[in-house]
């Protein structure tokens, strides 16, 4: 016998009926609802609830139970199909059904398994809510139905139409319950293994050997991430020499992070190679084109290579603002650079030259991205700069900061000044050099 859209030719409404032969109902449109408002039934009055669809799997729909007669008898809008088994109900099994009546004491049932029709239609139908239906006398089976997957389960002899109508209503709400808890949680531990694998790809500094100390401060853009388009790293070469560099992917989204964290990989693993200046910008600027969705992706880089002596350094920037340095009784000041290079990715074949830098007995060098720079500072539209920035480290050294707290002040002052969020990535980083015996800064 085909599967049909009622178990007696008529919808359960309380207020009209739907009538069908053959496999299928024939149903009116129902009216589309105003946003806000009720809506109401052909004679004016207003339903006490919205409609729901029930898909009853049961051997023999029409015999001594019917599900049909008992909502009507309650007055219950809810529209029903049947099938007498799980392959009439697959045909049947829409999206528009919210709710699935299911007979436990369907025929061919496994012997060894009392429940394998559940499981099976569980896994047919993982978004829709479940009622499980025995009888009284297998209690035991119906509160196994529910461990299984079911969201609640009815007895045959004790049903009666206003028990099964709540207890429809009830099982779609908690699956709607379960299935939001269930995407909550997944979305929690995919936001905890975003977490995790966004901290392994921020740097490690390899300055073992070193007398150099290191302090840096990452905050990206973007809302709920820890990695942003910025990148930065700082490792030391077996011959002594402390290589540092900071950089700045143009965007925001998760490909420019993506990107950045490919560039500081490939600059960490061509300065172990032995490349500094121009061949290793030259090669960055290769694996940028690679690796870049779009042409217009580029990305600004500064990056500084530290004698063994730390007295001296070379400098080279591709687009990026200069590093600010404070040496030992002189105001921090920006490092001259009138030569740079372009920005990696906008310029095929170019250079970029590199400059000598005296650096000095104690000193501390702080390299930044343009986020830091390009917050408001509360007047009108203007912009912190790098002249703001400057006048604010040295009224932050002043007060005896340095290093990690240093860094701290600076970006939250920065913030401060912006009235809230800086919007851009930034990224901050800082390279000190005390005299021998001189007391570190805290």
Known sequence: MPATETGSGATATGTGTTTGTGSAATQAPAPVPHPGRTPAT???????????????????????FTVSELLHTAGTRVRIRTARNLTEAERLLTDDVNCILLDLALPGRDPDDE?????????LAPRHAVLALTASTHAERAAEAVRVGAQDYLFRDELDGRLLSRAIRYAVERKRADTAQYKLAESRLRAQENARLERGLLPTPLLDGSDLR????????RSRALLGGDFYDTVRTPDGTVHAM??????HGPDEAALGVELRIAWRALTLAGLCGDALLTTLQQVLEHERDDDEIFAT???????????????????????????????????????????LGLLPQ?????????????????????GLIEGRTGVGNQRLGQEGMTEMVNRLLTTGLGGEALLEAAVTEARELNGGELTDDVAVLLLERTRPGDRPAP
């Not at 429940?115 to 896994?123: D, G, P, S, T």
């Not at 990056?303 to 009784?329: K, N, Y």
């Not at 170019?350 to 702080?366: H, I, K, N, Y």
């Open 42 to 64: 052909p004679n004016g009055t207003t339903p006490q609830a919205t409609a729901l669809n029930l898909l009853v799997i049961e051997d023999d729909p029409v015999g001594p």
């Open 115 to 123: 429940l394998a029709a559940l499981r099976a239609l569980l896994r």
């Open 214 to 221: 290191f302090a840096a401060r990452y905050r990206p853009g």
């Open 246 to 251: 900071i950089g700045d992917v143009c965007g």
């Open 301 to 343: 880089l500064c990056t500084v290579d530290i004698a063994p002596d730390g007295r001296r350094a070379e400098l080279s920037l591709a687009g990026h603002p200069a590093p600010l340095i404070a040496r030992a009784g002189s105001p921090a000041s920006l490092l001259a650079y009138e030569s740079g290079g372009p920005a």
């Open 350 to 370: 170019t250079r970029w030259p590199r400059r000598r830098v005296e650096l000095g007995d104690a000193w501390s060098l702080l390299m930044y991205t343009d």
